[in-house]
């Protein structure tokens, strides 16, 4: 079982950035992609980002160009680095692990509003 814990959040005014970091525990050698989901008030959870073991990384269309996704293999950890954050950016973003298991952290609220 692989437990995570996500960190970065908070309120950001428009055009601002933030950084999100999720550390992963437990079994971590199942997995191998990593990636952040979000989910915004009355609206399902949707993709944004995800990288694999090897460094092969996806992004949604809406986060293309101002979000990048890393990957520290050696800490077990993922990081989202948020640029040029929008209104409509504002949701509750959710760590997303895939491997012999899937497992999701519990999420973390990212605020963009002036």
């Known amino acids: 079982q692989v437990q995570l814990v996500e960190s970065g959040g908070g309120w950001v005014q428009p055009g601002g950035s933030l950084r999100l970091t999720c550390a992963a525990s437990?079994?971590?050698?199942?997995?191998?992609?990593m990636g952040w989901f979000r989910q915004a008030p009355g609206k399902q959870r949707e993709f944004v980002a995800t990288?694999?073991?090897?460094?092969?990384?996806n992004y949604a269309l809406s986060g293309k160009g101002r979000f990048t996704i890393s990957r520290d293999n050696a800490n077990n950890t993922v990081y989202l680095q948020m640029n040029s954050l929008k209104v409509e950016d504002t949701a509750v973003y959710y760590c997303?692990?895939?491997?012999?298991?899937?497992?999701w952290g519990q999420g973390i609220q990212v605020t963009v509003s002036s």
């Open positions: 997303k692990t895939v491997g012999t298991t899937v497992s």
């Open positions: 437990g079994s971590i050698s199942s997995i191998s992609a």
């Open positions: 990288i694999t073991r090897g460094g092969y990384t």
